[in-house]
């Protein structure tokens, strides 16, 4: 399959084999995920592999209770680390400037390019993965639970499998609604009207505005998936955690 | 080539031809980015495609003068982008709650997965690909520059065009040295040691700790490359744009 291919396939599956991923083909995943960009090649980053039932387990339920992480044989865990490369530079008679916010956001964006990597490698060998959003509301708890030190703050994880189902493709709004020319163009009612009329259009739309007795899909995003409340409390707790960590 | 082949064969390339980018190539290569992962299938972020001579130049400038900017066809800007989905929301009786860090952070996350998966794509079809980690440093400068409105924020560019070099593979670390097996095993100094002992002996080094008169690898990046002083500055930057953009 070529990368474009591989690109274009992608859905993200929840439904797991009962089947194994060898150490092999973790590695060869993770030695690909590796080869991307990171800032001055730094790698502030590091990538924390659960197998363990006990342990996945417990990081399924402070991932909301995402079943999937059960069934998935490995869970990456992705974090921006500063630790190590603080440590080199103690070792190696350099005073380390980084416990800052733009070195987090840094060693984060450096964590989120690894994982794409390691999605689409994975993807690429006939396995599925699904990325988990959990893990910056609850980072607090992986933190806790992986011993995390100063330094080290997890970004995003993805489950890793052989995949029991193929889901549909996804749609996506149209590019011309997410791409901008020269200048940013920025939306009238009526662009708005055309960017959404797929994804409004869609028979998965009207039954989950009739599941919660609502109005609009939009209105599903506020009041039940992304509310308000849910944002600002994770915002406090993460930026908590951004800060407890030395950044 | 395999998805795994172009992932190993990733270099950052800052030397390019004078060959355009054909729009179809373009679209190709973007239509493969928007398939990646995003918080609940948001897809709260823009890409801003900059080709005119002109404003490559200015953007050029605020890049620290980079000047693969020039030479490359195209440049892109991946932005955190929440504008739109408000916008939305607001059209369809939905009251957003999403000026908070957590909706910020959630928004880079999936820029930046968007675009690796648009490098990926681009080196796949034989064009090279540089990351901007200025993007973020200067955002101030770029949010004129395209005008974003509230709930845009510059988070990474790339440069994209044919290469014009095929520079050495640069070296990484030992997956060892940025893998934990179900806990997070802190350094100890020989473990450092041994994870940067590649990388120090290097003769790309040598000449650099000599060019720079200084005693090792590390003080290069904290009194040359990424400075406390510097990290300092751009993150009050950073934080204010941020605030300023509505989050």
Same mark, same amino acid.
């Given at each position: 399959? *070529? *990368?474009?291919?591989?690109?274009?396939?992608?859905?993200?599956?929840?439904?797991?084999?009962?089947?194994?991923?060898?150490?092999?083909?973790?590695?060869?995943?993770?030695?690909?995920?590796?080869?991307?960009? *990171?800032?001055?090649?730094?790698?502030?980053?590091?990538?924390?592999?659960? &197998?363990?039932?006990?342990?996945?387990?417990?990081?399924? %339920?402070?991932?909301?209770?995402?079943?999937?992480?059960?069934?998935?044989?490995?869970?990456?865990?992705?974090?921006? %680390?500063?630790?190590? /490369?603080?440590?080199?530079?103690?070792?190696?008679?350099?005073?380390?400037?980084?416990?800052?916010?733009?070195?987090? /956001?840094?060693? !984060?964006?450096? !964590?989120?390019?690894?994982?794409?990597?390691?999605?689409?490698?994975?993807?690429?060998?006939?396995?599925?993965?699904?990325?988990?959003?959990?893990? *910056?509301?609850?980072? %607090?708890?992986?933190?806790?639970?992986?011993?995390?030190?100063?330094?080290?703050?997890?970004?995003?994880?993805?489950?890793?499998?052989?995949?029991?189902?193929?889901?549909?493709?996804?749609?996506?709004?149209?590019?011309?609604?997410?791409?901008?020319? #020269?200048?940013?163009?920025?939306?009238?009612?009526?662009?708005?009207?055309?960017?959404?009329?797929?994804?409004?259009?869609?028979?998965?739309? &009207?039954?989950?505005?009739?599941?919660?007795?609502? #109005?609009?899909? !939009?209105?599903?995003?506020?009041?039940?998936?992304?509310?308000?409340? %849910?944002?600002? /409390?994770?915002?406090?707790?993460?930026?908590?955690?951004?800060?407890?960590?030395?950044?």
């Amino acid at each position: 399959m *070529t *990368t474009i291919e591989t690109i274009l396939n992608h859905r993200s599956i929840r439904k797991y084999k009962n089947q194994p991923v060898s150490d092999e083909v973790l590695n060869q995943i993770l030695e690909a995920g590796i080869r991307a960009s *990171t800032t001055g090649n730094m790698q502030v980053y590091s990538i924390i592999v659960t &197998k363990d039932e006990e342990n996945k387990k417990k990081l399924c %339920d402070y991932h909301f209770k995402q079943s999937m992480i059960l069934e998935a044989p490995v869970l990456l865990t992705f974090c921006a %680390d500063f630790n190590r /490369f603080n440590e080199w530079c103690k070792q190696r008679q350099a005073e380390p400037g980084y416990n800052n916010f733009l070195s987090f /956001f840094t060693a !984060a964006i450096d !964590a989120l390019l690894v994982a794409q990597n390691v999605a689409l490698a994975a993807e690429s060998l006939g396995l599925g993965i699904c990325y988990l959003g959990t893990t *910056t509301y609850m980072a %607090d708890k992986f933190i806790e639970f992986f011993n995390l030190p100063e330094g080290v703050v997890p970004i995003t994880a993805l489950t890793l499998g052989y995949p029991a189902e193929i889901p549909e493709l996804t749609d996506r709004l149209p590019l011309s609604g997410v791409i901008h020319n #020269e200048k940013y163009q920025d939306y009238k009612p009526a662009d708005i009207d055309e960017i959404y009329s797929l994804k409004e259009s869609l028979t998965l739309t &009207k039954n989950l505005i009739q599941e919660n007795k609502l #109005e609009t899909l !939009a209105q599903i995003f506020t009041q039940k998936r992304y509310t308000k409340k %849910d944002n600002e /409390f994770f915002s406090d707790k993460l930026l908590e955690v951004i800060k407890k960590q030395g950044f």
